[in-house]
């Protein structure tokens, strides 16, 4: 690229697999990686603008009802042998399990099911509830979570923590998002996130990928 030209950003407007799938698994196995690597918090998020490690620029410009998961294969160059995949960090997560509370007489239901609401929404703990269970992400260290369950000591109820990459197929788009999301830290406000969709938006030279040659710097070509 000459010397003072405009930087060209990548859009990646859907994946073409991921690395857990066999096929890939086997294509990848002496191919070069380059990771994107995301917190939770940016995960959840369609719409995205990151450099990788290796400082190529991405924008995701995914379908709003959808989020990346770990392994995400964003852009495959079959001559090179190189790849860029998604490698997403994300934190444990509490299952209050409500099963056993459920066989109690409905006044017992109600009153622990009130309390538990109570326990929680009194730490500010984002949770999303499923059946009989109840997620809540790491929003402090686990041991003052447990202390805080263990406080309550509400009869009938179950905890234990599960790695949140374990929990996160069972969730809907919307409910990783308050699950991880949620979990983020303040400096991950509204407003940050309104600041990269507005500058994504924006970008006036960008380079659309059709998922297979990173290395070609074109305009207005989309996946297929």
Same mark, same amino acid.
């Given at each position: 690229?000459?010397?003072?030209?405009?930087?060209?950003?990548?859009?990646?407007?859907?994946?073409?697999?991921?690395?857990?799938?066999?096929?890939?698994? $086997? /294509?990848?196995?002496?191919?070069?990686?380059?990771? #994107?690597?995301?917190?939770? +918090?940016? &995960?959840?998020?369609?719409?995205? *603008?990151?450099?990788?490690?290796?400082?190529?620029?991405?924008?995701?410009?995914?379908?709003?009802?959808?989020?990346?998961?770990?392994?995400?294969?964003?852009?495959?160059?079959?001559?090179?042998?190189?790849?860029?995949?998604?490698?997403?960090?994300?934190?444990?997560?509490?299952?209050?399990?409500?099963?056993?509370?459920?066989?109690?007489?409905?006044?017992?239901? $109600? /009153?622990?099911?009130?309390?538990?609401?109570?326990? #929680?929404?009194?730490?500010? +703990?984002? &949770?999303?509830?499923?059946?009989? *269970?109840?997620?809540?992400?790491?929003?402090?260290?686990?041991?003052?979570?447990?202390?805080?369950?263990?406080?309550?000591?509400?009869?009938?109820?179950?905890?234990?923590?599960?790695?949140?990459?374990?929990?996160?197929?069972?969730?809907?788009?919307?409910?990783?998002?308050?699950?991880?999301?949620?979990?983020?830290?303040?400096?991950?406000?509204?407003?940050?996130?309104?600041?990269?969709?507005?500058?994504?938006?924006?970008?006036?030279?960008?380079?659309?990928?059709?998922?297979?040659?990173?290395?070609?710097?074109?305009?207005?070509?989309?996946?297929?």
């Amino acid at each position: 690229m000459p010397a003072g030209a405009e930087k060209i950003m990548i859009i990646i407007e859907s994946t073409i697999g991921n690395a857990s799938e066999p096929d890939w698994a $086997a /294509r990848l196995r002496n191919a070069a990686i380059d990771w #994107l690597v995301l917190d939770q +918090w940016e &995960a959840q998020k369609s719409r995205l *603008r990151k450099a990788t490690e290796n400082h190529v620029e991405l924008a995701l410009s995914l379908d709003r009802n959808t989020h990346l998961h770990d392994g995400d294969i964003l852009l495959w160059n079959e001559q090179d042998q190189r790849a860029v995949i998604a490698r997403i960090n994300l934190k444990d997560v509490m299952v209050v399990d409500l099963t056993a509370v459920m066989e109690e007489p409905l006044e017992l239901v $109600a /009153r622990t099911m009130f309390e538990l609401g109570h326990a #929680l929404g009194n730490q500010h +703990w984002p &949770a999303v509830v499923k059946g009989t *269970r109840v997620f809540v992400p790491l929003t402090v260290d686990r041991k003052v979570m447990a202390s805080v369950m263990k406080t309550h000591a509400l009869p009938g109820i179950s905890y234990a923590f599960m790695p949140g990459s374990e929990v996160i197929p069972y969730m809907a788009p919307h409910e990783s998002r308050r699950l991880f999301g949620g979990a983020s830290e303040a400096s991950h406000s509204h407003g940050h996130e309104h600041q990269h969709e507005h500058e994504h938006e924006h970008e006036h030279e960008v380079g659309h990928h059709d998922g297979h040659d990173h290395h070609r710097e074109q305009r207005h070509v989309h996946n297929h």
